[in-house]
């Protein structure tokens, strides 16, 4: 079942400066892969996912760090962020994405957004893939995990990550 959450206008305010930055950061670096995603230019990519990444963290009652430049790292501890604007939306896992990641699917319509679901890399990486700019795994909504299931892991995590810092 979906989770609707809701950004204030200042949580989005926020999001999309990180989203201006991670841009402005792309630009620089000559990362201009030029999304295109749905018709929607890279700035708009930028700031859809970062507010996203901020509604999963909302969700989910774990600090964002307001990240920029974090190729390598989770987007939400322990989870990355894929966005939609089409409510019907597929989750997307690419042919580099790692296979150990949980991802979760955001719809977004700020300031309303749509928790869809999850699943882990792996377990994407085994239903028939699409060729585009290499391999895809479009995940269909009804594969997805409940969120509410994701944040029960999430919680469970947590509380390990607290027993060994204690300990």
Known sequence: ????????????YSAALVGVMRRIESMK???NKDKKVNNTSNWASDINGACCELVVSKFLNVYWGFHVNNFTGQDVYKIQVRSTLYKDGHLI???WDNADD?????????PHFKIIG???ARKAMKIEP???KGLEWWV???MLTDPLIIREW???????DHSKQTS
């Open 1 to 12: 079942m979906a989770v609707d959450v809701t950004l204030t206008w200042e949580e989005i």
């Open 29 to 31: 670096r000559n990362l």
């Open 93 to 95: 896992v690419h042919e």
């Open 102 to 110: 949980v991802y979760m699917l955001v719809t977004c319509k700020a």
């Open 118 to 120: 999850g699943i882990s």
């Open 130 to 132: 699409r060729k585009n």
């Open 140 to 142: 269909p909504q009804e």
């Open 154 to 160: 999430i919680n469970n995590e947590k509380n390990k």
